[in-house]
């Protein structure tokens, strides 16, 4: 299995421009997880996917901010108009949901810089 | 919401030598408390975890302790070799592996 795989790696983009993030699952998951992490505030939930429905976007920092689940196997997150504090490594992480527990299998990121 | 508070921030350590990491939690409520360990330039890594039903937990030479009254859990390594040099997560949840929050980590060196 390949993991999760995280695209683009590093994105450098300039305030104002729209930034879109893509995340491609473990098949078979069946939740998926978006996390931003920063010195300032570490890792942060942003927002989590069950079965390809958004199920707490409470961590979204506003509305600048949006996910997509369009199907099982890919999921999106944009930011529009992009801002210098959105700078931060965010991740995708997928899992089996359990009340039990059980492992986050996270993607190795993408480092975004807005100048 | 829950709070978790890690400590120590860094923590530098001989090789061979062992290491603690802890964690508090203000939730009486959550039930799960994994670790993470995350290598540069990669995603964080479960490495153990403990539900609240069990005070301790061994995995080879890493180590989970629960204190449910205190509301305070570890981390022990022991044995340390060069390759447990990472960041370190500690984490809480009341509702399995959804909604983790996370400790702010702690930066461990192992010395050579």
């Known amino acids: 299995d390949a993991g999760v795989i995280q695209s683009p790696r590093h994105e450098v983009t300039e305030m104002g421009q729209e930034v879109t993030l893509r995340c491609k699952p473990i098949?078979?998951?069946?939740?998926l997880f978006w996390y931003r992490q920063t010195m300032m505030r570490g890792l942060e939930l942003l927002i989590y996917?069950?079965?390809?429905?958004?199920?707490?976007d409470s961590g979204m920092p506003e509305d600048r901010f949006s996910a997509k689940m369009p199907n099982a196997s890919f999921s999106t997150l944009k930011i529009q108009p992009s801002e210098p504090r959105d700078s931060a490594v965010y991740f995708c992480?997928?899992?089996?949901?359990?009340?039990?527990?059980?492992?986050?299998?996270f993607g190795n990121g993408t480092r975004l810089t807005v100048t | 919401g829950e709070n978790v508070e890690q400590h120590p921030s860094t923590l530098s350590v001989q090789e061979g030598d062992s290491a603690v990491i802890k964690c508090t939690y203000s939730?009486?409520?959550?039930?799960?408390f994994p670790w993470y360990k995350q290598e540069l330039g990669k995603g964080p890594q479960l490495i153990i975890d403990?539900?609240?039903?069990?005070g301790e937990k061994k995995d080879q030479r890493i180590a989970v302790t629960l204190n449910k009254t205190a509301k305070h859990f570890s981390l022990h390594i022991t044995e340390t070799q060069p390759e447990d040099s990472a960041v370190y997560f500690c984490?809480?949840?009341?509702?399995?592996?959804?909604?983790?929050?996370f400790g702010t980590g702690t930066r461990l060196t192992i010395i050579p």
């Open positions: 992480a997928s899992s089996l949901i359990s009340g039990w527990g059980g492992p986050l299998h």
């Open positions: 098949s078979g998951h069946n939740s």
């Open positions: 996917f069950n079965n390809n429905v958004p199920i707490d």
């Open positions: 939730d009486s409520a959550s039930n799960y």
């Open positions: 403990i539900r609240s039903n069990v």
């Open positions: 984490a809480a949840s009341k509702q399995g592996n959804e909604k983790l929050t």
